[in-house]
């Protein structure tokens, strides 16, 4: 009996706060030079459950200027690419599975046929040879994680995917969010955010051989197979293009001087020298978001490099709106500043590797006021000579 009335408060009180907490509607990143977009989709082409028509309605449900679609081995069709308008471009990918993992390979040419094997070194070169920028997927995930990590023949890799984080909640926590997500599907998806710990510390070690870019992906299927070959839709397209998304920033010239014309080759080039952070944008918009190291003659933002003339500031400023943020600093993988603030302009002390995480706490009473991952950036490069 008392189990029973403890499930009944714990079921009313999760469905309630489900009603009353309104995280922040999504809408077009105001700035040009900003394209906010997602990266790592599925489609029915493989184990997705719409076609390219539905993601593409629901990206533009989701505001999105940019989408990276990528079934597992297999390439977009010619007609597949037609259909994108000017300002949601589709950037042509392929989720390659090797016996090492899987890869994401992003502008790929249409109907790439893959080699047929499951070596990895083999794949990635063979995407290397027709230019595409190769970012290994779900590095740490339970089932398939990426086991290679001899070969440096890659250029980016995932740091937080999606459909990895929220597989990896407990039982009562995935519980929670299911009940939640009928009556609120973004506080649920929110909920259900972690820290990915494991890529931050990888991402560290390898960015002290050489610089790798470091994105977010949602690995959005929309489907959960049932009993009796029933799917599930879950988490559905629109909720999980609006979870966590990549935010480019271009140079001014990119469209012929109209950035929110970027082609999907202006946008991956800008991906893969790192000039993009991922923002929670569910938890709270991170439009504007500004990261840049400055010396006396010049300013470098994510992906940049700045040479190293004795004397540099930390600039981060957070967009207003959002509740305070926690802002970590990390130099060469070592926090060296942790603050609840909304800004930072504070001096370095020499050159390494400058990356930041900013942490929103969750709303609502269930969300425990925890801090959850808000923002990453890729890191600036303080170069000695
Ligand atoms: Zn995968
Ligand atoms: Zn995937």
């Not at 449900?61 to 000017?86: C, R």
């Not at 293009?241 to 014309?261: C, F, K, S, W, Y």
């Not at 923002?279 to 933002?301: C, K, N, Q, V």
């Amino acid at each position: 009996m008392i189990f029973l009335s403890t499930l009944f408060f714990v079921v009313a009180g999760t469905l309630l706060e489900g009603l009353l907490v309104k995280l922040p509607i999504l809408s077009k990143c105001g700035d040009a030079n900003e394209r906010v977009g997602v990266i790592h989709v599925h489609t029915r082409a493989s184990d997705g459950s719409g076609t390219v028509a539905e993601v593409m309605a629901a990206a533009e449900k989701a505001n999105l200027s940019f989408i990276a679609i990528t079934d597992h081995n297999v390439a977009m069709t010619e007609s597949d690419l037609a259909l994108d308008p000017p300002d949601l471009p589709i950037i042509s990918g392929v989720e390659v599975g090797t016996n090492a993992g899987h890869f994401l390979a992003l502008g790929i040419p249409p109907s790439w046929v893959q080699p047929k094997t499951t070596d990895d070194r083999t794949l990635l070169a063979a995407a290397r040879a027709v230019g595409a920028f190769r970012i290994l997927a779900h590095p740490f995930h339970p089932h398939t994680p990426w086991t290679d990590w001899k070969t440096s023949d890659f250029d980016g890799m995932e740091i937080w995917n999606e459909d990895a984080a929220w597989r990896q909640n407990n039982f009562f926590d995935l519980m929670d969010a299911l009940l939640l997500y009928g009556v609120n599907n973004q506080l649920a998806l929110v909920r259900l955010a972690s820290t990915p710990e494991e890529n931050f510390a990888k991402w560290d070690q390898l960015l002290q051989q050489r610089p790798v870019a470091g994105i977010c992906a949602a690995d959005t299927h929309a489907r959960i197979r049932l009993a009796f070959g029933k799917d599930w839709r879950f988490p559905g397209y629109v909720p999980s293009l609006e979870v966590a998304r990549e935010h480019v920033l271009l140079p001014p010239d990119a469209g012929n001087g109209n950035p929110a014309l970027a082609s999907p080759a202006e946008l991956i080039d800008a991906l893969k020298n790192g000039h993009s952070y991922c923002g929670l944008d569910s938890l709270y918009p991170a439009d504007g978001f500004s990261f840049r190291i400055s010396s006396a003659s010049s300013s470098s933002g994510p992906g940049d490099s700045l040479h190293w003339t004795g004397t540099a500031r930390i600039q981060i400023s957070t967009p207003s709106g959002a509740s305070l943020p926690l802002i970590k600093v990390f130099r060469d993988g070592r926090e060296i500043t942790e603050e609840q603030t909304r800004s930072i302009d504070e001096p370095i002390t020499g050159p390494g590797r400058y990356r930041a995480e900013v942490f929103l706490r969750q709303p609502g009473l269930t969300g425990l006021r925890r801090w959850t991952l808000w923002v990453f950036t890729n890191p600036v490069y303080v170069t000695a000579q």
